[in-house]
């Protein structure tokens, strides 16, 4: 339940064991991106991707991070991203093996340039 740790309570492939019984702050609350966002298709979903599209703040950004749950994202996500954050003026990030990935305005990859959110 922390940035880039997932809930000890999520199986894979099943979601949350503790559903019935979650607390409201974070796990009612949250609301992950493809559940919100009318722009993300059905194929986009968490249990067909295994990857969470999530709303960050970042010194005074917003960026819309991909979060791998379960397996690597794949090549047609992150496409499919970055064609998203183009049209729309978002900024994302995403990591493979460990090293972090960045697409946006000119003035947010500069404030990501030596710091990493």
Same mark, same amino acid.
């Given at each position: 339940?922390?940035?880039?740790k997932?809930? *000890? +309570? #999520?199986? @894979?492939?099943?979601?949350?064991k %503790? /559903?019935e ?5 974070p796990c ?6 493809w559940?919100r966002n ?5 194929w ?5 991707t295994?990857? *969470? +599209? #999530?709303? @960050?703040p970042?010194?005074?950004? %917003? /960026?819309l ?15 499919w ?13 995403w990591s ?6 960045f697409?946006?305005s ?6 990501v340039?030596?710091?990493?959110p």
């Amino acid at each position: 339940m922390f940035p880039g740790k997932p809930c *000890i +309570f #999520v199986e @894979q492939g099943v979601g949350c064991k %503790e /559903y019935e019984t979650r607390p409201y702050d974070p796990c009612v609350l949250f609301q992950c991106e493809w559940r919100r966002n009318p722009h993300f298709d059905e194929w986009l979903a968490p249990t067909k991707t295994d990857v *969470i +599209f #999530v709303r @960050q703040p970042y010194n005074g950004f %917003e /960026y819309l991070q991909i979060a791998e749950a379960g397996r690597p994202a794949s090549e047609e996500i992150i496409a499919w991203a970055k064609d998203y954050s183009e049209k729309h003026n978002m900024n994302i990030k995403w990591s493979v093996d460990g090293v972090a990935f960045f697409a946006g305005s000119q003035e947010f990859l500069e404030s990501v340039k030596n710091e990493r959110p």
